[in-house]
Structure formats: structure tokens, C-alpha cells
């Protein structure tokens, strides 16, 4: 006879492994006054206040942050940061969110851990690869995406609905995310893999912005045939978009694709390594060496104009000449 366990208890027991998650890798990292233990019963706490009231979740972030004031103060304490003490906070609050919505604060909590871990990557990636350059071309772009990007309205005008500007928006901010990402990853990961990882990563967002991205990235020779071969990468993301999509819809389909998408999928992925290898930029590409900067609106709004101009003219001819 299967015995009930009451929600509740699952929910203080999340709370629990969140404090434990968090608590785990700051004592590994070496963090003396706040390890396992402490940041376990913290996020316990948190729970036990969700389950009470709101005020009471409010007397427990006070509480922790007087405490993790307390401990930043402490003679002898080592961090020059204050990472450890931000995230007892964080334990506190995420365990009185798992109360309520217990999935969304253990993907909060494992997003914290991975923070916390990843100090050094982070840090080489902040002081050693990123320009002031680099930094003004984040903000410009957040604004497109995050400020412009909502404000625009999404309602279809134009001949045949096609001009929506919103849509037209997106596709820019999805241009110039995608060149942005593939520049990180060069510097970070090496020509090659960099930008191998983005082209194929970025198909499965936007296979048309991911091309449109390299091609402006193989505007550089020393990335040339690498920018080539991760745009078909990018194509190799839509066969295998289009295996899922016919295998959810009508399996028959897929069975009747399969031969021709095994054949085009092998033929890219020879053409796309064969441009990738035989690359001018080195694998351990360096922030000392030269890596053309991508972020630029101009290039990718005409980009997405040509874009919605081709959708236009294909609304236009099953208009005249019929879908067929």
C-alpha cells in the first residue's frame, strides 16, 4: 500500500535541497561560515516562512541579510566579495518560492549554483575578453531587445499582413544576437568550435538569422571559411527540425523523408566540417588576437527588410499564381 506523502512536506523537502545545492558548493569553493549546514537550514527557513505567512517570509529575508551583513563584517573573512553572503539571500527567497512554485525556484536555485561555480570562467571572461567596446554594443543591444522590442506594435499591415512591425524587430534582434553570440564564443571557445557551436545552436532559433549572421561574420578572413561552414551547420539544425516536427505530426512522412534527410544531413555536415578545418583562425583563438567586432543594427535591419521583402513576394505569387 503506496503511503501520501503531503504536499506540503514535498515542498519544505525542495526547500531543503535548494539550501543543500547552494550550501554544497560554497563549501567546496571554501567558504569557512556558510556551508552546507547553514545555507540548508536557511533555505528550510524560507519555507517554513512561506508556509506561515508573507510577513513572515519578509522577517526572514531581514534576517538574512542582517546575518549575511554579520558574517561580510567578520574579522578574518576572506572573500573580498560578497557572492556568499548575496546568496544566503538568495537561499532564503528561493526556498520561500518553493512553497508555491517549487519548479521555477529549483531552476533559480540551479541557475545561483552554476553562478557560483562558474567564478573563474566568469571572471577571465569579464577582464580578459571583453573590451569597453564590447560592453557599449551589450547595452545598445538590450535596448533593442528590451526596451524597443515591446513597444512596438504587433499588428499585421501592409499588403497581405506582412509588415508587422514587431515581427520585422525581431528578426533584427534575432541577426544581431546570433552574429553577437558567435563573436563571444570565438573569443572564448576558438574560431572553430565557437562558431561551429553558434551556427548549429543558433538554427534551432532562427536558421535564417543564423545565416544572415555568418555571412556578415565571413566578412572577416580570419574567420572566413569558419563563418561558411557554421551557416550550413545552421541548415543541418532545420533537417533535423523538420525530422522532429514530420515524426510528431505523421510518422509515415518522416519514414518517407528519412532517406533524402540522412543524405542532405551527411552532405552538410562534410561540406561544413571541410570549411571549418581548413579555416585560417586557430582553435585556441585569444583575446589578443583580432576578431572583427559583429554588433551592428544597419546591416541587420536591411537584412531583415530583404527578409520580409522575400515573404512578401511569396504572399504575393500564391496570391496570383495560387498555393500550389
Known amino acids: ?93 528561493l526556498g520561500a518560492l518553493a512553497w508555491s512554485q517549487p ?18 570562467p566568469l571572471h577571465r571572461f569579464a577582464r580578459e575578453l571583453v573590451s569597453d567596446d564590447d560592453v557599449k554594443d551589450a547595452l545598445v543591444f538590450f535596448v533593442a531587445a ?15 499582413g506582412v509588415l508587422n512591425p514587431q515581427r520585422i524587430w525581431l528578426l533584427v534582434v534575432l541577426l544581431t544576437a546570433t552574429g553577437w553570440a558567435g563573436y563571444v564564443a570565438t573569443r572564448w571557445l576558438g574560431a572553430r568550435r565557437g562558431l561551429a557551436i553558434t551556427g548549429f545552436a543558433g538554427g534551432f532559433v532562427s536558421s535564417a538569422a543564423t545565416t544572415g549572421a555568418m555571412a556578415r561574420r565571413a566578412r572577416d578572413p580570419v ?18 527540425l523538420l525530422a522532429a516536427i514530420g515524426g510528431y505530426v505523421n510518422p509515415d512522412v518522416l519514414g518517407r523523408l528519412a532517406p533524402s534527410l540522412v543524405l542532405a544531413g551527411a552532405a552538410l555536415l562534410v561540406e561544413s566540417a571541410a570549411l571549418i578545418l581548413s579555416g585560417r583562425g586557430r582553435p585556441d583563438h585569444g583575446p589578443d588576437e583580432e576578431v572583427a567586432r559583429p554588433f551592428a543594427l544597419g546591416p541587420a535591419v536591411v537584412l531583415a527588410l530583404v527578409l520580409t521583402g522575400a515573404l512578401l513576394l511569396g504572399r504575393w505569387g500564391a496570391a496570383v499564381l495560387g498555393d500550389a
Do not use: C, N, Q
Not at 574567420?223 to 533535423?240: C, K, M, N, Q
Open 1 to 93: 500500500m503506496a503511503v501520501a506523502i503531503p504536499a506540503e512536506w514535498w515542498h519544505l523537502a525542495v526547500s531543503l535541497a535548494i539550501g543543500l545545492l547552494i550550501g554544497l558548493e560554497r563549501e567546496r569553493s571554501g567558504h569557512r561560515s556558510l556551508g552546507v549546514r547553514t545555507l540548508g537550514v536557511a533555505g528550510l527557513v524560507g519555507g517554513a516562512a512561506a508556509a506561515l505567512s508573507p510577513y513572515a517570509v519578509a522577517g526572514a529575508l531581514v534576517a538574512a541579510g542582517v546575518m549575511a551583513f554579520a558574517t561580510y563584517g567578520r574579522p578574518g573573512h576572506e572573500d573580498p566579495g560578497a557572492t556568499t553572503e548575496i546568496a544566503l539571500v538568495a537561499v532564503v527567497a
Open 103 to 120: 519548479s521555477l525556484a529549483v531552476g533559480g536555485a540551479i541557475a545561483v549554483a552554476l553562478l557560483l561555480w562558474a567564478k573563474g
Open 146 to 160: 528590451f526596451v524597443v522590442l515591446p513597444l512596438l506594435p504587433d499588428t499585421e499591415t501592409g499588403p497581405y
Open 223 to 240: 574567420v572566413h571559411r569558419e563563418a561558411l561552414g557554421a551557416a550550413v551547420l545552421s541548415s543541418v539544425t532545420t533537417l533535423i
